[in-house]
């Protein structure tokens, strides 16, 4: 026989499961109401905008936007966002990790000072340091191509670097002392010892890193001019003109295609992503 206590405990339980749920139905409707929108025609997206099914299913969007814009298709664009995505992620997650190891294992002169310096370039919006960047790699003659979008993604990110400090100092020290016992240098302890065990850490880095370089616009804005270049975040932009007529049915085909390797890759690394936030925050 259930008690008070517990009667009460299971419909707060209840109503926060009820609320809980709305609020996921409110929060994802847009994203519903634009797949949907895919399969419809350009004019029937805004005459019949309050209802989500389409009046009839239709693939036509999808092959119009692939086909993409002055000869370019889409299969150009996706190719370059998955070089961007990939090769800044890579440069990403190896060079963080190496910093983050030298701030939490390695004693070295004003080691603080430095912290907090990275800290507080990690504080910094982009648009701070948006024009004097671009000034710099305009005169080493980059502007135009994907170097000032991917290079400096090989010099550790912040938030990164940070997410590995917390993460190495919750490994016993006594693991690299063993290491040093048995002749490791600091660069076998970090491969052969700090590696293996911060791979959440690593794998959280990878999805993060990726999703915001795939999502990334204003990069693509600053830098490319050549639309054999752009990557599928620019090249959406493409299907919006102001002074004609807007493909609105092509341009949330192709967002919606833009969403499944995110998707993926969010289903596959979950468990790693929440492992290695939650074992940040409780070794930090």
């Known amino acids: 026989m259930k008690t008070g206590y517990q009667e009460k405990k299971l419909v707060t339980t209840a109503i926060y499961h009820v609320f809980t749920f709305l609020f996921a139905c409110v929060m994802i409707y847009p994203l519903v109401w634009m797949v949907m929108s895919s399969f419809k025609n350009t004019n029937e997206i805004f005459r019949t905008a309050a209802s989500l099914l389409p009046e009839r299913f239709s693939f036509e969007n999808y092959k119009v936007g692939w086909k993409g814009f002055a000869g370019y298709g889409f299969g150009n664009f996706f190719k370059n966002s998955f070089i961007i995505a990939g090769l800044s ?15 939490a294992r390695i004693d070295f002169k004003f080691k603080g000072f430095w ?4 800290l ?29 979008i991917i290079v400096p993604q090989f010099f550790g990110q912040g938030f990164f670097i940070f997410l590995n400090v917390q993460f190495i100092k919750g490994i016993p020290i006594d693991l690299d002392e063993a290491a040093r016992m048995d002749g490791c240098s600091i660069y076998s302890i970090f491969i052969r010892i700090i590696l293996p065990l911060v791979k ?85």
């Open 89 to 103: 992620t890579v440069g990403a997650v190896i060079s963080s990790a190496v910093v983050g190891y030298g701030f």
């Open 115 to 118: 912290f907090a310096c990275m």
């Open 120 to 148: 507080l370039a990690m504080m910094l919006p982009f648009q701070v340091i948006m024009i004097p960047q671009y000034i710099i790699f305009n005169k080493m003659g980059w502007v135009g191509s994907y170097l000032p």
């Open 200 to 284: 959440p850490s690593l794998v959280t880095s990878a999805i993060f890193s990726f999703m915001w370089r795939w999502d990334d616009f204003l990069a693509a804005l600053l830098y490319l001019s050549d639309p054999l270049k752009y990557p599928v975040s620019y090249a959406l932009k493409m299907f919006s003109d102001p002074t004609a007529g807007s493909d609105w049915g092509a341009m949330f085909a192709m967002a919606t295609l833009s969403l499944i390797p995110i998707f993926f890759i969010f289903l596959t690394m979950q468990k790693y992503l929440v492992e290695g936030i939650a074992s940040t925050g409780i070794k930090g």
